[in-house]
């Protein structure tokens, strides 16, 4: 079968993986000119800053088994890194719930790394906008978009397509398929503002990533606290779900300004940056995932997947839902046509 993917982050990858392993010729559609979605790495002249997915947890054996063979080959690392919760300066022990105590593992030499290990010998289409997906007869042409071509391409035909993007980014594609487009409309999801920090020289502040409470920040971690990552004092602090909801259309420098001081205030530190530079994520995270692990329509032969599916797992929005999603989406496809 010809199968088209669009979207190249963690759930499209694997699902193109197990579908080529199975004998399909795949084709993966990526917006944007790097691959991984939101298991981000920004390359700066200071070193990588992970901005997107901070680590990830695995909760079921599929995950599980599927880690212990990345770190094998080398891809991925445990995370053990010092956590604490601030509250106004003030250092306290990380809480101790189930979920905080699951190993961490981050991907390496940064979190984009596991994305573009999983793209060797996949035919990804990089800097390609799919922006319609049509019915003709029983297969699917695609209408892509390039910055660098003034015209819209065709693409395909396709035996069946599979959107492996945000649920808000798969509805306006669904329009063939309104049920499918129904069942999307139900995930919801946060936005998150990510700033990215540099220091000349350590700010020794004994931990290595917190809980932040009372702040707009949620989260703060030393990237160089990770496996691999170039020496230096790198920073990532994520606002929080109400923050960055709050402040969506926030003009970029306030919202730099808002957050850097909300970081010097968390940790105690008045050290200035010597970088500074931030990120808005339109889809962070979902917050509403639906159930199920993925939408398949036998009859049409069409998909969606990514992490705003359950998946078996309690809540959404992680890394794990999205390899388990994904990997649901392939095994549907292999069940329909066998
Ligand atoms: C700031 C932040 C922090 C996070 N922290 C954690 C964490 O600590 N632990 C954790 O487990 N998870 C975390 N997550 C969530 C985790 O990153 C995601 O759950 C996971 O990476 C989602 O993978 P995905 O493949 O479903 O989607 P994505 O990674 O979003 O992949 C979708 C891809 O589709 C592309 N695309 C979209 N529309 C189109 C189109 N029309 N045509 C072509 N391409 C298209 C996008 O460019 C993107 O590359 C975090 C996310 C963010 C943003």
């Known amino acids: 079968m010809y199968i088209a993917i669009v979207g190249a982050g963690l759930a499209g990858l694997i ?41 990830f947890t695995a909760s079921s054996e599929n995950f599980k088994k599927a880690i212990v063979a990345w770190r094998k080959a080398g891809w991925v690392s ?22 905080r105590l699951k190993q961490r593992y981050v991907a390496v030499p940064g979190m984009s790394a596991l994305g573009q290990q999983l793209a060797q010998g996949l035919d990804i289409r990089t800097e390609q906008l799919v922006k319609r997906i049509e019915a003709h007869g029983d297969q699917w042409l695609l209408t892509v978009g390039s910055d660098a071509v003034p015209i819209d391409a065709s693409a395909g035909p396709f035996d069946a397509v599979i959107l492996a993007v945000p649920a808000a980014q798969a509805i306006p594609l669904l329009k063939a398929a309104p049920k499918l487009a129904t069942q999307a ?118 998909g969606a997947c990514g992490d705003w599916f359950a998946a078996g797992l309690e809540g959404g929005g992680r890394v794990e839902n999205a390899y388990l999603s994904g990997l649901a989406m392939a095994e549907s496809l292999r069940l329909a046509v066998h």
């Open 185 to 302: 409309e139900q995930a919801r999801f946060a936005p998150c503002w990510a700033l990215m920090l540099g220091f000349q020289d350590s700010l020794d502040l004994g931990y290595d990533g917190a809980w932040v409470q009372s702040s707009r920040l949620a989260w703060i971690a030393r990237d160089a606290s990770k496996q691999q990552r170039r020496p230096g004092e790198h920073w990532v602090a994520l606002a929080s779900a109400a923050w960055s909801i709050e402040h969506f259309d926030d003009d970029v420098e306030r919202a730099k300004e808002k957050l850097l001081k909300a970081f010097h205030d968390a940790t105690g530190s008045q050290v200035q940056p010597i970088y500074a530079t931030i990120h808005r994520w339109r889809f962070a995270q979902a917050t509403q995932p639906i159930p199920g692990e993925c939408l398949w329509d036998g009859r049409q032969r069409v």
């Open 78 to 99: 445990a995370w053990d890194g010092k956590l604490v919760s601030l509250e106004n300066g003030e250092v306290k022990p990380a809480d101790r719930s189930a979920e």
């Open 15 to 55: 699902c193109a993986r197990q579908l080529q392993e199975q004998g399909n010729h795949v084709v993966v559609y990526e917006k944007n000119g790097e691959i991984s979605g939101r298991m981000s790495t920004r390359q700066t002249e200071l070193g990588g800053f992970d901005y997107g997915a901070q680590y």
